[in-house]
């Protein structure tokens, strides 16, 4: 099913809103690494965002995952106020790990081998 015009409006608001929360709270930069949202989906009723994040050299992006989950209630509070003119309901926050770019790495490796092994032959 494609993503109505609102859903989408809604989901860029909250996207450069998140991102700005989670500079001011110091989640961007966690572990040496860098988090950053790479795309925000809105369910039709506009009552959950899913939130995926994207982890560049965070060593553990499962712990870097949990601490964010547990500052859920502050960064929840923070979006409430930087949106309360714009949403007249906060959807319900989901965060999860997008791992693309790990696929995407693994491709790339896949890739080179076989390329390798062409001109082993």
């Known amino acids: 099913m494609e993503e109505s015009k609102r859903q989408k409006q809604v989901a860029a608001l909250l996207n450069e809103e998140i991102n700005g929360i989670f500079q001011k709270l110091g989640l961007s930069m966690m572990d040496g690494g860098m ?69 995407v790495f693994r491709m790339e490796e896949l890739f080179k081998k076989i390329n390798e092994d062409r001109k082993g032959n």
Do not use: C, W
């Open 35 to 103: 988090v950053s949202i790479s795309g925000v989906k809105v369910t039709p009723d506009l009552l959950e965002a899913r939130f995926y994040l994207s982890f560049f050299q965070v060593t553990d992006a499962d712990a870097a995952l949990k601490r964010i989950e547990e500052r859920h209630h502050e960064i929840k509070k923070e979006l409430a106020a930087a949106v309360r003119h714009q949403l007249r309901n906060m959807p319900v926050l989901k965060f999860y790990a997008d791992d693309t770019l790990d696929h």
